[in-house]
């Protein structure tokens, strides 16, 4: 209650413009793109309280230490040990075969630097775990936030990137200059293996 109500006065009073398509109704891996600046964190909170939609992000271990541990995991943060990344599709599948409806933030595009590929770690998870892919977005051209359309991924990396890139193409984050086309490893045959 007391979440609606921070975000009710935050999108009252800010200069930003939720627009969504609506919450979703099942678990779903939650892209934040375009991920340029710091702010997004805090536009993800926003979009989330407002629409009631319980969210947990993943985030590098040394985010949880010392003081920051309560409060990042009160905010739906997820430490994420890169030494058994495979700990974390299992945790995922066990919360949606308990039936909760949550919404697994990931930032494919990296942490707010220009990158040449996202990291698939969002496509491989919603996979792996029979979720969709809601696309979330910021977009400082229309000062506008939100979520866009929830997608079925067909396991055909060249065709479910195509539509993911079509509704980015406009998208432009706070910070254009860091911005990465949304695009896998994957797709480039002559590329190494993501380690993302």
């Known amino acids: 209650m007391l979440k609606r109500l921070l975000a009710r006065v935050f999108w009252a009073f800010s200069r930003w413009t939720l627009v969504s398509e609506g ?3 099942r678990p779903t891996v939650l892209v934040g793109a375009p991920h340029t600046s710091n702010w997004d964190f805090v536009l993800m909170l926003a979009i989330a309280w407002r629409l009631g939609i319980d969210v947990h992000w993943l985030g590098k271990n040394s985010l949880f230490r010392g003081w ?6 009160r905010l739906g943060g ?13 945790d995922v599948v066990g919360q949606v075969h308990a039936g909760t409806v949550f919404g697994l933030v990931v930032t494919p595009d990296g942490t707010r630097g220009g990158n040449e590929y996202w990291k698939s ?4 998870i919603a996979r792996e775990t029979g979720m969709p892919v809601t696309l979330g977005f910021v977009d400082r051209t229309t000062m506008t936030s939100g979520l866009g359309p929830t997608i079925d991924l067909t396991g055909d990396v060249a065709a479910d990137m195509e539509q993911i890139r079509a509704f980015y193409a ?4 706070l910070r254009p200059e860091r911005w990465t086309e949304p695009r896998l490893r994957e797709e480039n045959p002559t590329a190494g293996p993501d380690a993302g």
Do not use: E, L
């Not at 997820?78 to 299992?90: E, G, H, L, Y």
């Not at 406009?170 to 984050?173: A, F, L, Q, R």
């Open 68 to 73: 920051r541990g309560p409060i990042m995991r």
């Open 23 to 25: 919450a979703p109704t």
């Open 170 to 173: 406009d998208k432009s984050g």
């Open 121 to 124: 770690g969002f496509y491989r």
């Open 78 to 90: 997820i430490p994420v040990d890169r030494a058994d990344p495979a700990r974390v599709v299992k």
